[in-house]
């Protein structure tokens, strides 16, 4: 059973940085990861992705030249550097995992998901 957790969150100051980590373990085969963010009564928003080589990388375009998503293959981890972070980047972050090699803009193309870390940013 694949499974994907989540770590990294906290409470910055605006114009402040925070980089969350993801693990995934218990796969087989190639994937592609992606964070997602979920504010308090919003819809959850698709944030960065990336394909399985690590060549390419897609962000949402709140977070366009702020946050920047990479991953250690053999760590099975992927990482979100967030910098210049404002008080509406506040909003419970999940990381997910899909099976293939591409990265998926929507949450039901992708098949596990962490339990969500916390990220709020003060103003």
């Known amino acids: 059973q694949a499974q994907v957790q989540e770590s990294g969150g906290g409470l910055v100051q605006a114009g402040g940085s925070l980089r969350l980590s993801c693990t995934s373990s218990?796969?087989?085969?190639?994937?592609?990861m992606g964070w997602f963010r979920q504010g308090s009564g919003e819809e959850r928003e698709f944030v960065a992705g990336?394909?399985?080589?690590?060549?390419?990388?897609y962000y949402g375009d709140s977070v366009k030249g702020r946050f920047t998503i990479s991953r250690d293959k053999d760590k099975n981890t992927v990482y979100l550097q967030m910098n210049s972070l404002k008080p509406e980047d506040t909003a419970v972050y999940y990381c997910?995992?899909?099976?293939?090699?591409?990265?998926?803009?929507?949450?039901?193309?992708?098949?596990?998901w962490g339990q969500g870390t916390q990220v709020t940013v003060s103003s």
């Open positions: 218990g796969h087989t085969g190639s994937y592609s």
């Open positions: 997910a995992r899909r099976s293939g090699t591409r990265v998926a803009l929507t949450p039901p193309l992708y098949d596990y």
């Open positions: 990336i394909d399985w080589s690590g060549d390419t990388t």
